[in-house]
């Protein structure tokens, strides 16, 4: 059964241009969160949806910052015209229920804005 | 707000030799759980303890909980250098399941 799956691992964009950050969760689970974590800090989240609905989006930047979860396909991070500041590791993670349960993480992408 | 608070920031240890971490939180809890980070790799579960639960063994991992202090340990016995990695205490916040995390425990075992 294949765990979480993050695509790019790495992804680099030049300040301005767009980051699309894919996520595919385990099979059966209908729970997604995305989180931020910048070097030596902790997990921050970000926007937490269930299929096709955006459930909790408290942590997401009001501007240039979009998720989506589709019926089909991976769930998809979008930040339109990158700073340096959005430079950081983006986690998914996905849970069967969304009740409190364990999450199950990927491995992340790093994004990186020259 | 940051919820989950470890405690200390960084530790080492001799291989052999038990790890003790804490974590504290501020609003009341339904389960507390823990993570692991290896270096580049996402956040594993370890463990998870609920908030009418006070203690929890898994393999070589013991979690407490107390709720009147608002706060949990994490015990790893006989340490290995491949518990070398950050671990993380977090909490489910709210009506919704995000996690809140603190900032985590480095733990460095040498061999």
């Known amino acids: 059964n294949a765990g979480v799956m993050q695509n790019p691992r790495h992804l680099v964009r030049r300040r301005g241009q767009e980051a699309r950050l894919r996520c595919s969760p385990m099979?059966?689970?209908?729970?997604v969160y995305w989180y931020r974590q910048l070097p030596e800090e902790g997990l921050k989240f970000m926007v937490y949806?269930?299929?096709?609905?955006?459930?909790?989006e408290s942590g997401m930047p009001k501007e240039r910052f979009s998720a989506e979860f589709p019926k089909e396909g991976p769930s998809i991070l979008r930040i339109q015209q990158v700073v340096r500041g959005d430079s950081a590791a983006y986690f998914c993670?996905?849970?069967?229920?969304?009740?409190?349960?364990?999450?199950?993480f990927g491995d992340g992408t790093r994004l990186s804005i020259l | 707000s940051q919820q989950g608070e470890e405690d200390p920031q960084a530790l080492s240890i001799q291989e052999g030799e038990n790890a003790t971490m804490n974590c504290s939180y501020k609003?009341?809890?339904?389960?507390l759980q823990w993570y692991r980070q290896n270096s580049g790799r996402g956040l594993v579960h370890l463990i998870l303890i609920r908030s009418n639960e006070r203690e929890k063994h898994s393999g070589r991992l013991r979690v407490t909980l107390d709720t009147s202090k608002k706060s949990s340990s994490l015990l790893i016995t006989a340490s290995r250098a491949a518990d070398t990695a950050s671990y993380f205490c977090?909490?489910?916040?709210?009506?919704?399941?995000?996690?809140?995390f603190g900032k985590g425990i480095t733990l460095s075992v040498r061999p």
């Open positions: 099979k059966g689970h209908s729970h």
């Open positions: 609003t009341s809890i339904n389960n």
């Open positions: 977090a909490s489910p916040a709210g009506a919704n399941s995000k996690l809140t």
């Open positions: 993670a996905s849970s069967p229920r969304g009740l409190g349960e364990p999450q199950h």
């Open positions: 949806l269930q299929k096709e609905n955006i459930i909790d």
